[in-house]
């Protein structure tokens, strides 16, 4: 079973894509790291073209942890670079899939904060800092899972479209007093490993799916729930 995955050398990424090889998938790995632009609508369209697969899973998108700027200091052009990535670069990932495999299924990836703002004091290392997350990621996240919909209804009954919403994933390179901060509104206390996203995209990446589409599947540990 073949399934291209968008974004395999990145922090979720490479990880899922080695789990999927461990369990018998052909791989088909994309990456702006190996040379692929997805931003570049005619290498999407060669690549697609390339590469047939059963399944589609995108983890490519653009996501800085923090911009330490004000609100009203945001440089309008950096707003549109995360919807060209996020939004449009992701369409014409899924438009290409769609035109060159007459079934299968594409899953998408949001974000906690595509329903929910981020909460200024999450982000703020230290007394009158600005530092915020890039409002452009959440509405961009949101945008994911109306896209998600739309596409899922348009393209049934052959193509199935869902979408996996993550809450904060451990990384290296994340400032612990931040962590803390963070595990303090997650009920299970604890930021998720990105092998625990394996299983959700596994089964999308499956026949045992095979009713689901045009869904949000929110990973989070319950963040914000309480």
Known sequence: MKVIITGSEGLIGKKISEMFEDDGYEVIRCDLSLGHDLTNEQFVIDFF??????YLLNLFGLNSVVDENNLFDI???SFSKYLNTNLTALFSVC?????????????????????????PKLYK????????????????KAGVEQ????????LAPNIRVNCVAPGG???????????KKFRKKVPLGRQQKASELYGIFKFLCSEES??????????NGGYGVS
């Not at 073209?49 to 059963?54: D, G």
């Not at 095979?210 to 990973?219: G, L, V």
């Open 95 to 119: 438009r290409e899939y769609a035109r060159n495999n007459s079934c299968g299924s594409i899953v998408n990836v949001s974000s906690l904060y595509s329903i929910k703002s981020p909460d």
């Open 210 to 219: 095979s009713y689901a589409t045009c869904e949000t599947f929110r990973i």
């Open 147 to 154: 896209m998600t919909r739309h596409l899922g209804v348009h």
């Open 125 to 140: 290392q230290f007394e009158g800092d600005n530092s915020q997350k890039h409002i452009a990621y959440g509405v961009s």
């Open 75 to 77: 440089p309008l052009d």
């Open 169 to 179: 994933v451990e990384a290296d390179n994340i400032d612990e007093k931040f962590c």
């Open 49 to 54: 073209q390339k590469n047939k697969a059963s």
